[in-house]
């Protein structure tokens, strides 16, 4: 069975500071892994994706997240937050296609609070 | 832009009622999703359908069932509300193998 561990439940950090926020998994295939943030009062939405090719992903509002198999991770990281980023974060693990590979399994999250 | 609409926002149901949280997506997606989201536990799937009458259990199903007559519409039911069904729940279609698009969740209270 896949999981996904994200170690920090909370991250706190100022304005301007980089971040990165940690996801590891375990999964004894291919995975498709996947970054959703969810800001107050709204549903997910997608930051980034990692399905196969170049490990480094860039996603929106400039997160990026590195995939390394070695170490079974996909950190995310921003180099300079905004206090808009402000949200939680979720980490997400798949295995390929068909039958019960659509489940996608989440982390637990990680609250990213911006300081000014 | 994918449209993932869920009929309430916040419902209030007493322990033991039937109850009904219904999801509609506008783009014609194969797989629809229900999860629910708990502090602290993060999202966990309770059931999915990769096609119209086709389901499948999640990792927490007991003491709910779906219904998906339609293509456009999964809806999750909870047979005998109970206290400890108090979550968000969270819709989510996608097309397949492409990332998820969730709804902006149904906030349920069983008092």
């Known amino acids: 069975a896949q999981s996904v561990t994200q170690l920090d439940s909370q991250v706190p950090v100022f304005e301007e500071a980089p971040v990165e926020l940690r996801c590891n998994y375990s999964?004894?295939?291919?995975?498709?892994l996947f970054w959703y943030v969810q800001y107050p009062n709204q549903g997910l939405q997608l930051l980034l994706k990692?399905?196969?090719?170049?490990?480094l992903v860039k996603g929106i509002n400039g997160f990026e997240a590195e995939f390394n198999k070695s170490q079974t991770s996909f950190h995310l990281r921003k180099p300079s937050v905004h206090i808009s980023d402000t949200a939680e974060y979720f980490c997400a693990v798949r295995k390929g296609s068909g039958g019960s590979n659509y489940k996608l399994t989440f982390g637990k999250g990680t609250l990213l609070t911006v300081n000014p | 832009d994918v449209k993932v609409t869920q009929s309430s926002r916040y419902l209030v149901k007493r322990t033991g009622e039937k109850v009904f949280l219904e999801c509609v997506q506008d783009?014609?997606?194969?797989?629809m999703f229900w999860y629910r989201q708990d502090p602290g536990l993060g999202l966990r799937l309770i059931y999915f359908s990769y096609d119209v009458k086709m389901k499948e259990k999640g990792d927490i199903p007991e003491g709910y069932s779906v219904s998906r007559e339609k293509k456009e519409r999964f809806s999750l039911i909870l047979e005998s509300a109970s206290t400890n069904q108090t979550s968000m729940y969270l819709c989510a279609s996608e097309p397949q193998n492409s990332p998820l698009h969730f709804g902006n969740g149904t906030r349920l209270t069983v008092t």
């Open positions: 783009m014609d997606h194969e797989n």
């Open positions: 999964s004894s295939v291919s995975v498709y």
């Open positions: 990692y399905l196969s090719g170049s490990t």
